[in-house]
């Protein structure tokens, strides 16, 4: 009996040190949880969004971001508990719930991922409140998360299609998808847009049109149907998703660009295109710099200045951003101003030149597009930083 008793207090002593081991694993992704709803709660909404992981801002605009919390009562945080946590290579999962300062309780689930060395938000889920069907079948899920499931889906893909590798499109798919079909087969499939060196990335920061209503159809999967207005081509999309394991995954995806007609030279495109153009050149370019490569970037630029350089002399010609990381994203959620008309000049290049009032410096550019194959691709940039 003796030994017994001495055999259960061991086993305590073991689990007690196995659940302080889990404790302190997690307590970086805990800790980062608890900050990122505190500066939410210190009214500090806007610096939440920036300190949250790449994927999470290209998959929602900041605008969108903001709607999401003044349609819940997250913003009154007071305290968090959390009842479940875990960490898997340089992914961690919370799950719990917020308690507000009216008394409220909000269950809550965090996906954080580990990026430059700090857990960061990745997505965040918040249980439905009012009345829930129990039916059984799963609800169309609100405006706000279908344009974050279509931006994630089609900037997945967009990044698949350029760096010519669908495997992370793959794993990110559905699980009756992947049984269905290879990373080879995907992109087999995109290979024409390979080909044209097609950049869908540029929907980023942009959110939809939904040209059809979306809808649930009688197999239980969610259809969203609609285009993204960018320039120089319309992108149409038909994306579908099944509910696995409480989430809705894509099951299936058809993607087009509807071309524009061409620019003839001295025809002024439209300022939401010139501010799209602008956005996208640059955006480019600060990931670029944050990754220290320049192989997208160098993709998306004129045949005929790729023609002229490489990714690594793009590189060395930014170095001085990349060694003291200059964090050019912060014109994520920003509008460019024109600090001049845009204009082009005798060959036809489209000139632009303009800033954007950006803290803690403003970002000030020029920009050079020339019109190839129906399309405005970037001829030249010169991007420099200025202390406010």
Do not use: C
Not at 154 to 168: H, K
């Amino acid at each position: 009996m003796k030994k017994l008793v001495i055999g259960v207090v061991i086993a305590i002593g073991v689990v007690a040190l196995i659940v302080a081991a889990v404790f302190y694993m997690t307590s970086g992704v805990t800790q980062a949880g608890d900050r990122f709803f505190a500066m939410i709660r210190d009214g500090k909404a806007r610096e939440a969004y920036q300190t949250a992981a790449r994927e999470f801002r290209t998959a929602t605009s900041e605008d969108q971001f903001l709607a999401f919390l003044k349609s819940s009562t997250i913003a009154q945080f007071e305290s968090a508990s959390w009842s479940s946590r875990s960490i898997s290579l340089n992914v961690g999962e919370l799950e719990g719930s917020l308690k507000t300062s009216g008394g409220g309780v909000i269950p809550i689930k965090l996906k954080l991922v580990k990026e430059d060395g700090v857990w960061k938000v990745l997505a965040l889920e918040k249980s439905v409140a009012g009345l829930v069907s129990d039916s059984g079948s799963a609800a169309i899920p609100g405006e706000t998360e279908l344009i974050t499931l279509a931006n994630s889906s089609v900037m997945q893909l967009g990044r698949a299609i350029n760096a010519r590798d669908f495997s992370g499109f793959y794993h990110s798919s559905s699980k009756i998808w992947q049984s269905q079909t290879t990373p080879e087969a995907l992109q087999s499939a995109f290979q024409s847009f390979i080909d044209q060196t097609l950049d869908l990335t540029m929907v980023e920061g942009k959110s939809p049109n939904f040209s059809e209503k979306p809808s649930i159809d009688g197999s239980g999967r969610l259809i969203l149907q609609g285009f993204y207005p960018v320039q120089p081509s319309k992108i149409n999309f038909t994306l579908k998703y099944i509910m696995e394991e409480k989430q809705w995954k894509l099951v299936g995806v058809n993607v087009s660009l509807e071309e524009a007609p061409p620019a003839a030279r001295g025809v002024m495109p439209p300022e939401t295109d010139l501010v799209a153009m602008t956005h996208g050149a640059v955006s480019l370019l600060a990931r670029a710099v944050a990754n220290n490569d320049f192989t997208e970037f160098h993709r998306s630029i004129s045949k005929r200045w790729q023609a002229q350089t490489t990714p690594d002399e793009l590189r060395q010609a930014f170095q001085v951003f990349v060694e003291r990381k200059i964090p050019l994203n912060v014109i994520d959620g920003k509008k460019p101003e024109f600090t001049q008309s845009p204009s082009f000049d005798k060959d036809g290049v489209l000139i632009m030149e303009g800033q954007y009032l950006t803290e803690p410096f403003r970002v000030l550019f020029r920009l050079e597009f020339r019109n190839e194959d129906a399309r405005w691709k970037l001829q030249g940039i010169n991007v420099r930083t200025k202390e406010i």
